[in-house]
């Protein structure tokens, strides 16, 4: 469905990105045929939403702003709305389909982002070590095997592959580095981890032989606390914000 970069247009998928914006047919009917075949299927669905270009509805639009929020702030929102109307109709379509009992549904987010008026995004956020750049929600929904909880343990998308591996019974080419989460999803038990590691890297690779040479940062959550620490990797060729520069330190996540 894309031209494929370098060609124009074909970075973030070109033809690819009409879906959600301009519905989820292909997705559905893709479902359909499955379903009808009775053949399993796997849907990886990820719109372009609400990533810029910011273009909601204007009954969207309009609702934010009448909550007297910058024009650029409202238009995301709006944009997080749409895309959750288009997740809820995908849900719907599976609910009516009669396999909602039979399909696991796992919702990541790539990065955290925080809006601002000049129309970027905020310092500690996209790209950052910071909570609001790293911490995003993880959500599984397998009616009838998982029950509806929240969770306050450690997570992270490390965790989707060998879970999913194991709810497909499954098994993997080698080890994989995250937890199988489905047991404690189905009992409701604790999930017995205290330590989670992650590490972040320019956008564009410097050295392809040498994934350190485009490093940034590392940084271990345990408990409350969080330790940062800072790197020099080269940020490729691309222009980007200054990333903030801060010395190693271990402090208090609220």
């Known amino acids: 469905m894309t031209k494929g970069f370098p060609n124009k247009g074909g970075r ?47 009954r969207l639009f309009e609702k934010y702003k009448a909550k007297g929020v910058h024009e650029r702030i409202a238009k995301y929102y709006a944009m997080c709305e749409w895309f959750d109307e288009t997740c809820g109709a995908l849900i719907n379509h599976i609910d009516d389909s009669g396999i909602k009992e039979n399909t696991l549904i796992l919702y990541v987010c790539d990065n955290g982002w925080i809006q601002t008026e000049t129309g970027s995004y905020a310092p500690r956020s996209k790209r950052s070590p910071n909570e609001h750049g790293t911490r995003t929600p993880l959500m599984f929904r397998w009616p009838g095997t998982i029950p509806a909880a929240d969770r306050p343990e450690l997570c992270s998308s490390i965790d989707f592959v060998p879970t999913i591996l194991a709810a497909a019974g499954a098994t993997g080419p080698h080890d994989f580095p995250g937890l199988n989460l489905l047991p404690e999803l189905k009992s409701g038990k604790a999930i017995e981890r205290d330590t989670l590691f992650g590490e972040s890297f320019a956008h564009d690779i410097a050295d392809i032989e040498n994934p350190q040479a485009s490093l940034l940062y590392r940084w271990v959550i345990h408990g409350h606390d969080k330790l940062l620490l800072t790197y020099d990797g080269a940020p490729g060729k691309m222009k980007y914000p200054p990333a903030e520069r801060r010395t190693s330190a271990l402090r208090s996540e609220e």
């Not at 519905?23 to 990886?44: C, L, M, N």
């Open 12 to 58: 973030h998928g070109d033809a690819g990105l009409r879906i959600g914006r301009h519905g989820i047919k292909p997705v559905t009917d893709f479902i359909d045929r499955s379903v009808a075949a009775e053949k399993p299927f796997f849907v990886w669905y990820a719109p372009f939403m609400p990533h810029t270009p910011h273009t909601p509805p204007a």
